[in-house]
């Protein structure tokens, strides 16, 4: 039992006790006197002052007028006495039915045989009929998808067709299933010995606590699973080589035939070829005494492999997709027998370098590039000779060095690709760029930095020095200065959707920025310009992409819907199966692109024999209200009772 307080301002009326005492201190005393009439009452009256009774009086007087006030200023607290007591519910089954994608698993060999989810929606409706139409309890469902939620909650008699109806057509996710959450859900529920919560799940989890029994339908006689895990597509010696991952979990123990089918492969002709398929034997061997019931085996393919169907002449430089397949499984989970492969469409960035006076910079910093992003792009430099004419549309990157070529004061700059000005030789009013006298120093002169941005990340400016440079003297507000030398801008940046240009007003031969960090710059350049869309091709469902765009917008697409995006970068979550399409509409007069990811179950669901622990534990206990016992009536009572003892000590002191 606890005495709690409901208004504790109410005790501020205890002050009035400290105003009872400051009165008696202050009133004023005056002295009492009796006149008798016979020497008897003057014996008496002697013998009277000789007790002090009156002084009692006044003192027990003095304490109850203060009881009057405390008990006062407590009711005004408004007490009240809590005291637990023990509820005591119905009887409930509370069931929690793992949702994961492992959950999707047959009896290998009945392609339309039950899932372990079906079966454990069974469950359910045994137990709707026995708890609640047979047994007058109640019945709580919780679907343990990635965000877990009550199917049915605290059902009676009453929402037995209600309940039928929310069961018709459930189905788990292809995704994770997040036992944790549910029972995180579950918590309030399990009070008492009266609530019984049972898990099914094809996990083999450890103690869940003594308030939950925990049912795997998972069959290692029955079911066995074999998936395409993964594939990791490389350019090895200008081939692309297929390194696939195939794991099988189970009791298996087999020989299949892996096919994998490239289609769109440009061989140099002018269409492009769906090459013939390529068909590799592969080995599954699982038993009991397998760690986990697993087997993981890796199996490179190339197409110039003629034990397999290739060919010695099937070198392409690039493919549309690749379908790789293990025929002929009927295993338990038939979603992952298979994977399409994109990624074989590089993203190819064409560089032209015309110069007044050329140097080998260029060369030999695109080329460290053209290898260092090989995975990815293909870059493709073309330097030309002094006097040449630059060709004005059809290129991405545009370097125009020491000289403004004749076609580009005729014709005015590239629109179609971004432009690196270097060491120009004249203005360019069209971009508000006005240039003055040549900054010579005797020694380098060193850089410092300006605004941050993404074309000078990874550069330190105060270890490269220029020793000429090009004053600027003019520039419109679109460009950001990045570099300075002294209070000059160096280097500028325009990013607009029509123009995109770098401005270096200096000779690379008149400073030291020809280390790596101008190879530096060069990537920086590629990667804000031209970044890719995405940076990997097969993803997760559940897992969230961070998508960038080279153009003014991207078409998002799969199956279900389509929509623009146009602001990046930006995340997506992949929540569907399948192939998703992004494609580029470019602001330079480029025509679209388009790029392909496959999204699959997770690979951790292929694995379909699996033990994980859980976070959470539920212990039975005891669950209690709390009464409210109002104790005003008592202290009322108390403060009537001390008010008729204050008038009688009045009184008898009157008397």
Known sequence: MTLQWLLPIGFLGLLGIGILLLIYIIKPSYQKRVISSSYAWQRVLKRRKELPIDRFRNILLFLVQALILAAC?????????MSPEMIDTAYEKLIVIDASASMRARYAGDPQGQTRFDRALDEVRIAMDDVVMRGDGLLSVIVADEEPYYLIDR???????????????????????????????????????????IVYSGTEYGDMGAAIECVNLADPLREWNVCVAGCDVVDEDNEFVFRIELCAYGTVSMNKMMTVRIKGADLGAEELSDLPALTIPV???VNAESAGYEQRQTIEVKATDESIGGRADFYYSSFQEAVIR???????????????????????????????????????????????????????FKQLDVEATPELSGYDLYIFEHRIPDAVIAFGLPT?????????????????????????????????????????????????????????????????PLLYCGDDPVLLCKNTPSSK??????????????????????????????PLTVTKYNYELGDTLTLNCKGESLVIANDFTSYVMRTFPTELVLDRLGAYSFTVHSGLQKEDEVRKIMVRIPHSESAIFSVADVKITLDRGEIYAETVKDLFPYFAIAVIVMLFVEWWLQFRNEA
Request: hydrophobic content about 40%.
């Open 416 to 480: 179609d690709g971004v432009i690196l000005l270097v060491d120009p030789n004249r203005d360019l009013d069209e971009l508000g760029l006005k240039f003055g006298d040549k900054v010579t120093f005797n020694e380098m002169n060193p850089m410092r930095g300006g605004e941050a941005h993404p074309l000078t990340q990874y550069i330190d400016p105060a270890r490269n020095g220029i020793s000429e440079y090009t004053r600027i003297m003019e520039y419109d507000s679109s460009f950001t």
């Open 501 to 530: 240009i770098v401005v270096m007003p200096f000779s690379l031969n008149m400073s030291d920025f020809i280390s790596w960090d101008f190879e530096t710059l060069l990537y920086n350049i590629i990667e804000y310009f031209f």
């Open 283 to 285: 080995h599954f061997e």
């Open 326 to 380: 293990v025929e002929g499984l009927e295993d338990s989970i038939a979603d992952d027998d298979a994977m399409t492969v994109y990624g074989g469409i590089k993203d190819v960035i064409n560089v032209q370098y015309c110069s007044g006076e050329t140097n080998v910079f260029y060369y030999l910093g695109f080329t460290i590039l053209r290898d260092a992003m090989r995975a990815m792009r293909d870059i493709s």
């Open 155 to 197: 059902m009676d008699k009453s929402g037995y067709a209600d309940a039928i109806a929310s069961l018709e057509g459930l189905s788990c996710s292809y995704g994770h299933g997040s036992v944790d959450k549910a029972l995180e859900l579950a918590r309030d529920r399990v009070y008492n010995a009266s609530t019984d919560v």
């Open 73 to 81: 200023a407590l009711i005004f607290a408004q007490p009240n006495l």
